[in-house]
């Protein structure tokens, strides 16, 4: 199952064609997925390569970095992983948007986290969702809560790379994610993610909310 279909008929000789221009989002939202998958090969339309939020004052991707913050994942009754401060987090840094003109949505990989940001947050014009029941989707904003926080660095579900690609890619204006980065940069999937974001992005510390 590691394999796909498209790459099984790749591998027998089947005649492939890459579509090489995407029209859903911003370049820079688009340029990490675009090297850790596609060798390059991607361009951004015109139409959607410099599209972004009017009403925000950084980069179309942003990481918000909780380390170091006490945003530690717990688990319900059920084993259902969950992280209340990050809930909290996504409830601050949304209402720092103007949001009556665009579309929102919020995923994490996570069901339990899930349920949570849908209790605390949803609104009329917001919807949070699994990574997997949002495929196909795009919005405006896209906010993903990474959730795991442990002193063991286990990331779980995190290290399935092409679901998370999927999550990174629905986007069209700006891609926010908040995640710890103590507890994900051990590895090389997400290193690269942090450091892409250093340098072509907006990093944050979740401190800039506590006070």
Known sequence: LGVS?????????????????????NHKIMQFSNAQFYEGKLTAHESVSEQSLVSDTHETIEFIDTAGCGYTETKDESGGILNLGEVELIQKRIAEIELDEISVGIISPYRRQVSLIEESIIKQNKNAQTIDSFQGQEKDLIIVSLVRSNENGIIGFLKDY??????????????????????????????????????????????EYMY
């Not at 890459?18 to 029209?23: A, M, N, R, S, V």
């Not at 103590?182 to 974001?197: E, R, S, V």
């Open 162 to 207: 092409r679901r998370m690609n999927v999550a990174l890619t629905r986007a069209k204006k700006k891609l926010i994610i908040i995640g710890d980065s103590a507890t994900i940069g051990n590895d090389t999937f997400y290193k690269n993610l942090l450091d892409y974001i250093e340098t072509q992005g907006t990093y944050r510390s979740a401190w």
């Open 5 to 25: 279909l498209i790459e099984q008929g790749i591998k027998l000789g089947i005649p492939t064609t890459l579509l090489d221009i995407q029209y859903r989002m």
